[in-house]
């Protein structure tokens, strides 16, 4: 190991056989393939100087470290690769600085990494962790990839404690499985983040993946994954971001909460083909998050809520399918731009899916609805969601408010349908007509009046404004009056709704 250290070669201590290489079975490996903790830590902090014309680096492969690896505080500078090597104690890391730090395939008790400093990548993919890991203000210099690791749970319920991390590129972290809350708190990603695939699972606690306030350049995908069932020796070891026919496809699945509230995201929040298994107390909570496309395509979660109070959004993509009913759902202050539905998503389903938003009446998710809609040019599907308002509202008044509500709702449709309030003006034009047409009422000046004309005279009385040449010429009296003033009223009230319907198609050509 010492020489190949100096000309930067593997040392492998492998038998070269799999069942015996496994570095997760519980087959012993003898001393032959052990390697001293301290022995490891004298080389990477006080090793030998490389052999003239190479790079000296630790390249180990299939090795037993025995005893507790500490580098806290230390100053690794020589590229580290362990693979398939199996660690009796834990791994110390807090405060270390390193070039390029890669374990693949490793067995190791608990990785504590408080604080480190990496110029190059940080690469956990395939390992397994038994007590949690812990990177709580670490720095990566460029990508910190995980995917396929397996973590187990630590002493405080967490699998990973990440809180304060930034990775200056992407964190990959595909087909990764947690048995314990992930914490991200305020974490900062420079490129992309990517879950796709993971599966996710915190049967101990309230959340499977806490990360409020996390920030992402780019996009964060927490979305199924395709398998091309090739598997190199450098990740992604078979996982393709391009589905390809025929390939197994595994989901991103979350046993537990998910919060991401107050988020910050450049591009995308991506909830393609994910599932969600939550317990009546959690939930999926997007509270306060800031993203140009939230899209949320996965599958309904059967328990729990959805929280997107007070997140903006720019473009929401979404289906009909992926959203939960009635008390599953809140999203009063959500603020969107354009919807982008994928699939059948009609008017009906889209006023259900406010609907259960809203288990108390409220009207800003119906006129936020009605606006994007009308900005759309889907200005008759704008109508139908105010008057949805309206019919909501009408629930929460008294009696008296009701009555008033269901006449306003079956004349004229709250004025939403002017083609009816129309209708009812042509009927009330024909019965006034006829009406009229049985009376020759006396004129109030004998030398000056037209003549009587019963059909004038009742549209003079709808029409408001406009004077038709009829009304003010003739004396009516008794039950004549009355109904001439009814038509009056019925007039202001009818072109009024009329001429609203006429003024929104105007603003909106």
């Known amino acids: 190991m010492w020489r190949a250290f100096r000309t930067g070669s593997v040392c492998d201590l492998s038998a070269r056989v799999a069942e015996l290489d496994d570095p997760f079975s519980e087959r012993r490996w003898g001393t032959e393939r052990s390697v001293r903790a301290e022995v490891l830590a004298l080389l990477l902090l006080s090793g030998p100087p490389p052999v003239p014309g190479r790079v000296n680096s630790l390249k180990l492969r299939g090795a ?31 405060e270390a600085r390193f070039t390029t730090l890669r374990l693949v395939r490793c067995a190791v008790p608990r990785i504590e990494a408080a604080r480190l400093h990496t110029a190059g990548d940080l690469h956990l993919p395939r390992c397994r962790v038994a007590r949690g890991i812990r990177l709580t ?63 996710l699972r915190n049967p101990y606690g309230r959340r499977a993946l806490n990360a409020p306030q996390l920030t992402v350049e780019r996009t964060l995908y927490l979305t199924s994954v395709a398998l091309d069932g090739e598997s190199g020796s450098t990740p992604p070891y078979g996982i393709s971001s391009t589905p390809v026919r025929g390939a197994r496809v595994q989901r991103f699945d979350c046993r537990g909460g998910l919060r991401l509230d107050d988020g910050r995201f450049g591009d995308a929040v991506d909830f393609y083909g994910a599932r969600f298994s939550l317990a009546s107390d959690q939930e999926v909570s997007l509270r306060r998050i800031q993203t140009p496309e939230l899209r949320f395509v996965g599958e309904r979660p059967e328990q729990g809520r959805v929280v997107l109070s007070g997140a903006k959004v720019v473009k929401l993509v979404d289906t009909a399918m992926s959203w939960p009913g009635p008390g599953g759902f809140a999203m009063d202050g959500f603020s969107y731009e354009i919807l982008a539905p994928r699939g059948h998503f009609p008017l009906v389903r889209r006023l259900e899916w406010v609907e259960a938003a809203t288990p108390e009446y409220s009207p800003e998710p119906y006129e936020r609805l009605a606006a994007v809609l009308r900005n759309s040019g889907e200005d008759a599907d704008a109508r139908e969601v105010l008057l949805a308002k309206q019919r909501r509202r009408r629930e929460t008044l008294p009696l008296a408010g009701k009555l008033w509500g269901h006449l306003q709702d079956w004349t004229v449709a709250y004025g939403y349908r002017p083609g009816r309030a129309a209708l009812w003006m042509a ?31 009742a549209l003079d009385l709808l029409v408001p404004v406009i004077d038709l040449g009829q009304e003010g010429y003739w004396r009516l009296e008794g039950g004549w009056q009355w109904v001439s003033a009814a038509l009056v009223m019925l007039g202001w009230i009818l072109a009024t709704t009329v001429a609203a319907g006429a003024s929104r198609l105007l603003r909106r050509g």
């Open 427 to 457: 009927v009330l034009w024909a019965a006034g007509a006829l009406v009229f047409s049985r009376h020759d009422p006396p004129a109030i000046k004998a030398d000056e009046h037209p003549e009587w004309n019963p059909v004038l005279y």
């Open 137 to 199: 203000d670490a720095q990566i210099g460029t990508d910190l990839l995980i995917s396929e690791l397996v973590v187990q749970r630590d002493r405080k319920g967490r699998a990973i404690a990440a809180d304060g991390m930034s990775v200056a590129q992407d964190f990959q972290a595909e087909m990764l499985e947690s048995y314990g809350e992930i914490s991200l708190r305020g974490a900062k990603v420079g490129v992309s983040m990517s879950l796709r695939g993971a599966k």
């Open 64 to 94: 037993r470290i025995t005893g507790r690896l500490d580098l806290s505080g230390g100053l690794v500078e020589p590229y580290v690769e362990l693979q398939s090597c199996r660690f009796d104690g834990e791994l110390l890391l807090p």
